[in-house]
């Protein structure tokens, strides 16, 4: 991929004049620990009466009597060499961690080095080593000593992790939290992480896979603590607004934000073409527009136009009936991505949060939801995730039934849709289904953008087609006065299909609707529109101002009422390939202005669905208590019998 405008190179020569330096602290150091503790890791004997040495021993004059690793010394290149008690000779899985620590080493140098150079820690230091460092910019100097620490630990983590991505396996290691983070400055830093990483790497790395899943599971967790430090540390600004790109690796530093190789995940889903998808009309247009609109993303800026100019569906949730078709929603979805990113030689990652995700390891559902959050976030892929059965894996809030796992995914899921910290560059999508929404958290349910109402066939034709299409060509049975598909006509369906919504479906809306026209008339201007929304409110109190902003949204994504031509994905240069701007002016010139019509429809799309959950959630609520006491009195009834 080619360097972005707002990139820096990070030039080879810059990076080369540590290797003597890296190499000189994988080789070995002495550090004594001021916050984390040495633990020294048990050795196992292999079997009875055979020791826990290497297999073989040194004849080498002199070496017979050599310490492998000195006290209070921190020896990486023994450490991992000794990984694997049964071979004398070092692997070549073990010389690879070595080279990418030794690599991930000499670029947190130079970034470093390159970041002094642009606040004023580079004029300090000097100023400090001649001795003219003025008592009023001490201050100073230790907060820049202080944030060059955490450049420098966040740089190395950064660059370890992506070295050595392509190399892990499924073996896995929770290393725990990383507690040696000091911050006195860059080298001191250093020598603290990398001691962690040797106790770590002695506690867990039994064999190659499990060295490399500990060396990375280290580098992960060194990111994240210092992430979260760098959040209150001053002095940092000249690191978080600029970008450094190292050619030879294909990395890119981008202040505090993971780098990731854009490998595409492989997939083995059986694809759907949109005509074998039957009913569903508004699903399956916006679910086609989402696809082509994923793939207006310009992996140079970025960011995709439609994030820029609104219509984006960043969330949504699909519910329905089981056997309605979310499944087959699915498939055809991630069918037209894929077959889109290919024609664009476009990294494409799809997965799937599924119950397997949930672990009764405290902090693992956790982790398992932040991990494939991330995976499907990382903005050098086209990504699509999905979590299917929602009401399964999240676990809604004061359900004493909802398992730890289960909420531990809820504020995940929460957090990353809707959070603090998120940012929607347009690179990804994250799809919702569930049989049962009213199940899932009110608060998570609210974070979907956009609703798919997925009831599969309504109508006579509808049957017909999907009759016709699963039956197959093995049969002579005449197809009879009918047209094939004819209702499936996508702009056709969909017109009809938001027309409905003119009017709620839900009863319960319907009666606020109503009251609200008889009261003000026909909703024609934003003061009755808003005066429709309050008396919903008032209806229901979970409709809040983010049921709002979906609304808005949805307004907008109908603005860009348009589906960008095939052609456009089937020949790349017509306009995938363009520069973001053009993109960007091309998009606008399809831009439809926003009419009342379309407000009214989405106000009513949204609140019905809303409506519709929370029936369906009081429905059952009331169902269950009548069973029970029902149960009870029975149980009453049998106990005084027998009593009698």
């Known amino acids: 991929m080619s360097q972005t405008s707002d990139q820096m190179e990070l030039r080879e020569e810059d990076i080369v004049k540590h290797t003597v330096m890296a190499q000189s602290l994988i080789e070995g150091f002495d550090h004594a620990p001021r916050i984390g503790k040495s633990v020294d890791a048990p050795t196992t004997e292999r079997s009875s009466g055979v020791g826990t040495r290497r297999r073989f ?7 017979v009597t050599q310490r492998r690793t000195a006290s209070g010394a921190v020896q990486l290149i023994a450490r991992i060499e000794g990984a694997d008690d049964d071979d004398a000779l070092m692997s070549p899985l073990q010389s690879t961690v070595l080279h990418a620590l030794r690599r991930a080493i000499s670029i947190a140098l130079a970034v470093a080095e390159n970041f002094a150079e642009q606040s004023s820690l580079g004029d300090l230091k000097r100023a400090n080593l001649e001795g003219s460092l003025p008592a009023a910019r001490k201050a100073e100097f230790s907060e820049l000593l202080a944030a060059e620490a955490l450049v420098t630990l966040y740089v190395f983590g950064n660059a370890t992790a992506y070295l050595l991505s392509t190399h892990l396996t499924e073996a896995t ?67 978080a607004a600029a970008a450094w790109h190292v050619e030879a690796d294909d990395f890119t530093v981008r202040g505090f934000s993971p780098s990731s190789k854009a490998k595409s995940s492989k997939l083995t889903m059986t694809f759907k073409k949109p005509n074998e998808v039957v009913g569903n009309h508004i699903a399956k247009y916006q679910s086609m527009k989402l696809a082509k609109m994923l793939m ?9 136009p439609f994030a820029e100019l609104g219509g984006f569906i960043f969330t949504f949730m699909g519910d ?90 809820t504020a995940v899921l929460m957090e990353s849709f809707a959070g603090a910290n998120t940012v929607v560059r347009g690179n990804c999508t994250f799809g919702m289904f569930s049989n049962y929404p009213e199940n899932v958290d009110d608060a998570l349910r609210q974070r979907a953008g ?88 008032e209806a229901d109190p979970r409709f809040t101002g983010r049921a709002i902003k979906n609304i808005t949204d949805a307004v907008k994504v109908r603005a860009m009422d348009f589906e960008l031509p095939d052609e456009w994905m089937e020949q790349p240069d017509l306009f995938l390939f363009k520069d973001y701007d053009t993109k960007k002016a091309m998009i606008e010139d399809m831009r439809q202005p926003i009419t009342v019509d379309m407000v009214v429809q989405e106000i009513n799309r949204y609140a019905d669905s809303e409506f519709r959950y929370a029936d369906k959630s009081d429905e059952v609520a009331i169902e269950s208590m009548v069973r029970d006491m029902g149960r009870s009195v029975e149980a009453k009834k049998r106990y005084l019998g027998g009593e009698s």
């Open 320 to 409: 329905g009936a089981p056997g309605t078709g979310k499944t087959t929603l699915i498939q055809m979805m991630a069918g037209l991505v894929s077959e889109y990113c290919g024609n664009a030689d476009y990294p494409f990652r799809y997965q799937n949060l599924s119950t397997d995700n949930i672990d009764s390891y405290q902090g693992k559902s956790g982790q398992n939801a932040k991990a494939f959050i991330n995976n499907v976030l990382d903005p050098s892929v086209i990504g699509f995730g999905t979590i299917d059965d929602i009401d399964q894996l999240a676990g809604k809030r004061g359900d004493r039934q909802s398992s730890a796992g289960q909420l531990e995914i």
């Open 450 to 537: 956009a609703r798919f109402l997925v009831d599969g066939p309504q109508t006579r034709d509808d049957y017909v087609d999907i009759l016709y299409l699963l039956m197959g060509k093995n049969h002579d049975i005449p197809l009879g006065d009918h047209e094939v598909f004819e209702a499936q006509m996508i702009k056709k369906a969909v017109a009809a299909s938001f027309e409905g919504h003119s009017k709620p479906h839900e009863a319960g809306l319907l009666k606020v609707y109503e009251a609200v026209r008889d009261e003000i008339g026909e909703l024609d201007t934003i003061n009755k529109l808003g005066t429709y929304l309050k008396a919903i409110q």
């Open 296 to 304: 207006a993303y310009d992996f140079e800026r970025r960011l995709n």
């Open 57 to 63: 021993r040194s004849t080498t004059p002199g070496l």
């Open 173 to 239: 290691v929770e290393v725990g939290e990383v507690e040696e983070v000091l911050t006195d400055n860059g080298q001191t830093a250093l020598h603290g992480a990398l001691w962690e990483l040797d106790q770590d790497i002695a506690a867990h790395a039994q064999d190659d896979q499990r060295l490399v899943a500990t060396v990375s599971a280290f580098a992960e967790m060194l990111m994240e603590k210092v992430a979260l430090r760098a959040t209150t540390a001053p002095r940092l600004d000249a690191f």
